[in-house]
């Protein structure tokens, strides 16, 4: 049995995927809201093959007595089976977690090297199907793109390219335009910026749009991630080492990012990372308006409060 802990689904996908490819047994999977089918299926004898593989995604949605029924069977499960649990979050403290023998957490990227490593398989990819990427337009397809989508997306660029057998940057403005991709970008300038009136506004047309929330804090939190990064970096080596770790940020793109950076500096970097949070976790957990909740968020990360003392900070 293993139990696959992961907070990103794609790195959650990768590792159970990479599992699974060593099992010579067949393999079926159900979601935690198939639990019933679920026990059915592990209390079942395989048919035509001595053993099968069951998977059961979501763990964390389980009902308490859900997880209990999930918890006697691993105390003693069928020989025929191979159990694969997969969760975004689960305590390392929990009674079930202790009872599983073989956990997988995997260690959460960092954006950049979340980045770095889709962007070096993108061009890998291309290149298999005959078609060349460099470098700087694989890092501007994996910003462009939800990385869920990469590969549907990447197969459609290859067509476009057709006889031209090379992916350039206009190819990839003319395919992969995501819904909502440049206001989210606005949005995100508007709060470094520190101008609430604009970030309530984009807001507002990106909710009416249909813009989903929880989308919408993943990227601004990518945003922040990214932008600690270019200060960071721009601290230690200045401008050419944020372009050479960024390599689409030249000339007034590059002046633009680190003057925005500087402005909005680490305090507020650190402390707008915290309200997104904390916004999320309302979210998940409260009936509130996403549109107010979104609101009271732009308001506190471009408030003058955000680089007072912790003390005011959390009054």
């Not at 709060?191 to 609430?196: N, Q, Y």
Request: proline share 3%.
């Amino acid at each position: 049995m293993v139990l696959i802990i992961a907070k990103d689904p794609e790195e959650r996908r990768r590792t159970l995927q990479s599992a699974l490819n060593k099992e010579e047994a067949p393999v079926v999977c159900f979601e935690a809201e198939q639990f019933d089918v679920f026990l059915q299926e592990i209390e079942t004898l395989p048919f035509l093959s001595k053993s099968k593989a069951v998977v059961l995604q979501g763990v964390e949605n389980l009902s308490s007595e859900n997880l209990e029924k999930l918890h006697t069977y691993i105390k003693k499960p069928n020989s025929w089976i191979s159990l694969y649990l997969t969760a975004s979050a689960l305590s390392a403290q929990s009674k079930f977690v202790k009872s599983c023998k073989d956990v997988v957490r995997v260690k959460e990227e960092k954006i950049w090297e979340k980045e770095k490593r889709l962007s070096s398989w993108v061009v890998e990819e291309a290149a298999a199907a005959g078609v060349a990427m460099a470098l700087g337009p694989a890092q501007a397809f994996v910003k462009a793109v939800d990385s869920q989508f990469l590969k549907q997306e990447l197969e459609k660029l290859i067509c476009y390219v057709g006889e031209k057998r090379e992916i350039t940057l206009d190819a990839i403005h003319a395919i992969c335009t995501p819904i909502h991709h440049e206001t989210l970008w606005q949005l995100g300038d508007a709060i470094f910026a520190r101008s609430p009136s604009a970030c309530l506004h984009i807001a507002k047309t990106l909710l009416e749009d249909g813009m989903a929330l929880f989308p919408l804090l993943a990227h601004l939190r990518t945003q922040f991630h990214t932008t600690f990064k270019i200060l960071s970096i721009h601290n230690q080596g200045g401008k050419a080492a944020v372009s050479q770790a960024f390599p689409y940020l030249k000339g007034g793109l590059l002046d633009k990012k680190v003057a925005a950076a500087q402005n909005f500096g680490f305090s507020r970097l650190k402390k707008g990372l915290v309200f997104l949070f904390e916004t999320e976790l309302k979210a998940k957990n409260s009936a509130i308006d996403p549109a107010l909740l979104l609101e009271i968020l732009l308001v506190k990360v471009t408030h003058d409060s955000i680089s007072t003392s912790e003390r005011a900070w959390s009054s």
